[in-house]
């Protein structure tokens, strides 16, 4: 037997090793470094090891976790992310259009009272019709907030043979059926109408009754001085 001397001996999962009085602890011993994963096979990535930590609880709850595990590209995080962001900005596209659209229909009407003191209110029918080139020389669409009044009022300020110079041409008056008004501008001359009857674009007429209707009653009085005595 030399004159060295190895004896391994299992005290209380402690192993001793003797070489000429010395002794070694297990727990000194160096730990084996953990072989990394071979390519392509499943389990945890190379470069996170095959003791990568699991996430925690409450990475896995995340809200961008739950979108993007529901996603495709799994995998591809990049890809992921710009299809979050593409969702996010149709949705915040759409939020912007039905804003305008909300917007513009509760600009379509208002509910202001009707003024006193260029005269009225005054009451009477409400009809619509085609406009165009009206008499007071003012091409309008359908689109728009005009208006004819009754040729009874028209022809009272007649200044000529020329309706074109006619005085209420270019006026303002302002309609309110029930909680709506709507401001409109005198285009043309009314040949069916009474005195206080207003005839209206198809616009203006669907903010205050429905097509179906035809003729309603309403109240108006001019905006501005008008040069024309109601009776």
Known sequence: MDSLEHIVVLESKTVVMKDKGVQVSISEIPKRKPVPAPAGVDGPSAEAGPFAPIPSKSAWGSPLFVITSRLPYKGNR???????AGIAGLVLVAL????????????????????????????????????????????????????????????????????????????????????????????????GCKATDIDVSMSVFTQLALVEQGRVNVEWAWLEKAPVAIP
């Open 96 to 191: 912007i259009i039905g804003l305008a659209v909300g917007l513009s229909l509760r600009k379509r009407h208002s509910n202001l009272p009707l003024p006193t003191a260029n005269g009225g209110p005054y009451s009477g029918d409400l009809t619509y019709y085609e406009p165009g080139l009206g008499s007071g020389g003012i091409t309008s669409a359908a689109s728009e907030s005009i208006c004819a009044v009754s040729r009874l009022l028209y022809d009272a300020v007649s200044v000529g043979s020329n309706p074109n110079a006619n005085p209420l041409c270019g006026k303002m008056i302002r309609l309110r059926r029930g909680e709506r008004s709507v401001d409109v501008k005198v285009v043309d001359r009314c040949v």
């Open 78 to 84: 990049k890809r992921q992310v710009l299809l979050v």
